[in-house]
């Protein structure tokens, strides 16, 4: 009988390696729950979220990640919150799209060319495919860390999608304010 983890177990290892990463950051029982069940159910490679707070931390002890430069929401009732991407293999397929929608024309024209000239176009395959993970390099994109600064203390506070939506997202919010009433004030 295969042994399994549960969720208990996964936060002490989620808390373990968030000690590793935080300098003065803060994480919420949520956001630390929401990571333990993940690893624990293999939903997500939590270690890519570890590579981004350690990069939100301190970026001069970490290498960048690739994702997209954290920034403010801008819209309520997010707004004043920050979100930061953070990226794994599953999301290439959307960046490449991204990539193929906006950069990639000429490289379908050439394509269809090669295409209808009864050539395989593999060297389009290849820029399409490489050059827009290299060319994205910076920009990509995937789910999101929601979470708060206040007086240089980052407050982690909730795992977000962008299929959610951002009501759900600020229910978790509030329910963190329980625990860091500081963020509701913030700017």
Same mark, same amino acid.
């Given at each position: 009988m295969p042994m399994t983890m549960e969720v208990e177990e996964g936060r002490q290892h989620i808390e373990g390696w968030l000690g590793v990463k935080l300098r003065t950051g803060r994480c919420s029982r949520l956001f630390v729950t929401q990571l333990a069940y993940a690893y624990v159910n293999r939903l997500i490679h939590v270690h890519c979220v570890f590579d981004e707070i350690?990069?939100? /931390?301190d970026p001069s002890c970490h290498r960048p990640t690739g994702t997209k430069p954290a920034t403010r929401f801008q819209n309520e009732p997010l707004r004043g919150l920050w979100h930061k991407h953070w !990226?794994? #293999? $599953? !999301?290439l397929k959307k960046n490449l799209e991204n990539f193929a929608i906006k950069a990639a024309g000429p490289i379908f024209e050439r394509m269809f060319d090669a295409i209808n000239r009864g050539e395989y176009p593999a060297q389009c395959v290849h820029e399409l495919v490489f050059g827009g993970h290299e060319s994205w390099e910076g920009r990509r994109t995937g789910e999101w860390i929601v979470f708060a600064e206040v007086d240089d203390v980052k407050y982690y506070l909730t795992l977000g999608t962008h299929t959610e939506g951002d009501a759900a997202v600020? /229910? $978790? %919010?509030? #329910?963190? #304010? %329980?625990e860091f009433p500081e963020i509701m004030v913030q700017s």
């Open positions: 350690g990069y939100i /931390e !990226f794994e #293999a $599953r !999301f600020f /229910e $978790r %919010v509030k #329910a963190c #304010a %329980v």
